[in-house]
């Protein structure tokens, strides 16, 4: 009878509106409080103490289980699986597990390897986690749901150790499985550069000059260009020092032997005489959209264009063609603009009538804004018959290209002539040596004693050549008394000598004694006429002082004699940077490696690619496409890894014991091997090979320090997360009330 009336009771109670009060463990956390009712997490609870028994012995229907969880926690495709992830990642991670505990010679306590007996095989790991399993409920509204009792996490891990400190896998796996995407070694300016002279007064005296934490103190980011590295590297972006120009040839006239052309008879029309600028790797990108262009560039490479005596035929007829392709590049710009760039531009791959979208959106970096004025002046200094040979059939090219000069037979030869190349040697007629014993009729020989007196040095003789000679019996003083020296003569050309009686009358000087001729005057001297001094003009234009690529100091477009050239304007140059991933996305056997080697050394324009590196598609690092690393690491919150650490809780403890270099010692080159495999690294496209860090990673022994029982503690999901993925941040979709216009 008392246990029908238990039974009885239990069941009234049961059906009550009190029994979940009645069957409640405890109250729910705070973020759990809203569900409202046990049947809000429990989907079998409306089903009775039947459905319990059913769920309890896990017969309940599809949903009863972790459906409830999901409506809320969005953990991904897998999120019952262990760690979110699929059976396939979590086999290879406990293989890899699994060696690296044979390797390391670790021992299973006791009670972890009873635990594993009795409840699960660790080495073969469940498909299926519950949610209650890690989060417990009914512990009180200020309870944490991601604590977890000591040793949970070692139930179903292959490692399993008695705590951090004793025991802990040591941290031998790279701290980056990439090298880092901005190329900058830790100890060359550590150890180098930032103890020169030079740099006194710009190096940074701390890591978070160029290191800050997120606002989740999470991670640690790195600063602006503005903030660690214009200090020194501004004057390399902007060219002060380079040798060479400074801007980099955009548009440019080709330099080519144009009077070998003239003598083969290949008419290009007018083109100037004077250059001798390359064909520009850009240009080459603008042209090769022709495939007949194409074929002739790739004739045309390694051949001289300034020097073509030694050209084939074929040869000479692509240069020509390449002449006009010169010449139509410039007339479609100027006539067609950013139309005519974007179809230039675009891939290969698509219709040459269609521009190629991603071209089309950043066309005016690409053209880096060129004004319409500079490229028309340019066009009508360079080729002043533009628009005429543009109209005519161009270029006139014979029906056979004469051969090189060198096998060239001309079927007359010249007659020969005597041989006089020896000035030296006696000869008969012109007397073509000018050292000759006898004088001849032409006196060549200009120390022979001959009437005319050629020699200024010899005697005097009527014409009196010979300045330096004094007059000497009847012919002095004569009237071509052309020796100034002389005494004076009728002609008055010694103006040095005084006034003869006779002579001109308007002066007279006062007579001077002997050898005083070069007195001062006499005190009372004649008013000189006045003159007026003409005034000159002002001048009708201004000249500038300084040179086109001078005033652009600041960057942008300025024109050489013969080329358009284009000055970086600073860090983050759009011009650079558009050009230089279009030429990183070429295949490497594709002419964008020709474009990519101008932007690459350490006197390229901007030198960008000094400190940006280039990542080469995985599937083909020989010919694939690559993706220039403009930035450095990106932080993603939604990201979550297994590992996670909060830098911004450690820097007070940290402070006092050597900083961030507490965990992450910079690593100093024992030699030279360190610092060129650190710069190799970055030579070749795959970022996943020979990865050399600037700094060490920390130690278990560092960290065990602290994480201890009773200071920092030591639990796994202290440093370790379950579920890994991309987990956005739920947010609520509330629509936007907007109110409509009143009629």
Not at 508 to 517: L, R, S, T
Not at 628 to 635: A, E, G, I
Request: with cysteine.
């Amino acid at each position: 009878m008392v246990l029908v009336v238990v039974i009885g009771l239990i069941m009234i109670a049961l059906t009550g509106t009190d029994r979940e009060a009645l069957l409640s463990p405890g109250p729910l956390t705070f973020q759990h409080s809203v569900v409202g009712g046990c049947a809000g997490c429990h989907q079998g609870f409306d089903d009775g103490p039947a459905g319990w028994v059913m769920t309890a012995f896990g017969k309940a229907p599809e949903g009863h289980g972790d459906g409830a969880c999901h409506t809320c926690h969005d953990l991904g495709e897998h999120a019952e699986l262990p760690h979110s992830r699929p059976p396939s990642v979590t086999a290879a991670l406990t293989d890899a597990a699994r060696t690296h505990r044979t390797e390391h010679d670790s021992k299973t306590p006791l009670e972890f390897r009873v635990s594993g007996w009795l409840f699960a095989d660790a080495d073969a790991p469940t498909s299926a986690v519950g949610c209650a399993t890690c989060h417990r409920e009914h512990r009180g509204v200020e309870a944490h749901l991601t604590e977890m009792p000591e040793g949970a996490c070692q139930t179903c891990h292959t490692a399993r150790f008695a705590s951090f400190a004793n025991g802990h896998p040591e941290f031998d796996r790279p701290l980056f499985d990439r090298r880092a995407r901005i190329a900058f070694d830790h100890a060359a300016h550590l150890d180098r550069h930032f103890g020169a002279a030079e740099s006194a007064g710009k190096a940074p005296e701390t890591c978070t000059v160029c290191h800050l934490p997120t606002d989740d103190g999470r991670a640690m980011l790195t600063g602006s260009f503005e903030t660690m590295c214009a200090s020194c590297h501004l004057a390399d972006i902007a060219g002060t020092g380079a040798i060479g120009p400074t801007g980099i040839a955009f548009l440019a006239v080709p330099g080519l032997d144009l009077w070998e052309l003239k003598a083969r008879d290949v008419d290009i029309g007018a083109w100037p005489e004077w250059s001798e600028e390359p064909l520009s790797p850009f240009m080459v990108r603008l042209l090769a959209r022709d495939a007949a262009v194409a074929t002739d560039l790739d004739r045309l490479e390694g051949l001289d264009l300034l020097d073509l005596r030694d050209a084939a035929p074929q040869d000479i007829r692509a240069v020509a063609t390449l002449a006009f392709a010169v010449k139509r590049l410039i007339g479609d710009l100027l006539a067609n603009g950013v139309q005519a760039a974007e179809t230039r531009l675009a891939r290969g791959d698509t219709d040459p009538d269609v521009a190629d979208q991603a071209v089309t959106n950043r066309t005016g970096n690409l053209l880096g804004h060129l004004p319409m004025d500079v490229l028309a002046a340019a066009a009508k200094d360079w080729f002043p018959t533009l628009a005429s040979d543009l109209a005519r059939p161009f270029p006139e090219l014979p029906d056979t290209i004469a051969g090189p000069a060198s096998a060239r037979i001309d079927t007359a030869p010249p007659p020969s002539a005597p041989d006089q190349s020896t000035i030296l040697a006696p000869s008969s007629g012109a007397q073509s040596d000018i050292l000759a014993g006898a004088p001849s009729t032409d006196q060549s020989d200009i120390l022979a004693p001959v009437p005319d007196q050629s020699d200024i040095l010899a005697a005097p003789v009527l014409d009196q050549s010979d300045i330096l000679a004094a007059p000497s019996g009847d012919l002095a003083p004569a009237i071509g008394q052309s020796d100034i020296l002389a005494l004076p003569s009728a002609d008055r050309s010694d103006s040095l000598a005084p006034p003869l009686a006779g002579g001109l009358k308007t002066f007279q000087a006062p007579k001077v004694p002997a050898g005083e001729a070069l007195a001062p005057p006499p005190d009372k001297a004649p008013t000189p006429p006045v003159t007026r001094a003409e005034v000159a003009s002002p001048p009708t234009r201004i000249e500038p002082n300084v040179s086109p690529e001078d005033w652009m100091r600041a960057g942008g477009w300025y024109r050489g004699e013969f080329a358009l050239r284009y000055r970086p304007t600073g860090h983050t140059d759009p011009f650079l940077r558009a050009w230089i991933d279009i030429a990183a996305a070429a295949p490497r056997n594709a002419d964008g490696s020709g474009l990519l080697a101008t932007f690459d050394g350490a006197q390229a324009p901007g030198t960008c690619l000094r400190c940006h590196s280039i990542d080469r598609s995985e599937a083909a690092p020989l010919a694939g496409v690559g993706a220039v690393n403009w930035s450095p690491m990106d932080y993603d919150p939604d990201i979550r890894e297994f590992v996670r650490f909060a830098h911004a809780p450690h820097f007070s403890l940290i402070a006092e014991s050597g900083g961030c270099q507490t965990c992450h010692a910079v690593t100093r080159p024992g030699g030279t091997d360190r610092v060129a495999a650190f710069q190799e690294q970055y030579r070749q496209g795959d970022p996943k090979t020979g990865v050399v860090a600037g700094f060490s990673q920390p130690t278990v022994a560092t960290c065990s320090e602290c994480h201890a029982p009773g200071r920092a503690g030591d639990s796994c999901t202290q440093c370790h997360a379950y579920h890994v993925g991309t987990f956005t941040t739920p947010t609520v979709p509330t629509r936007m009330q907007v109110l409509t216009p009143r009629e």
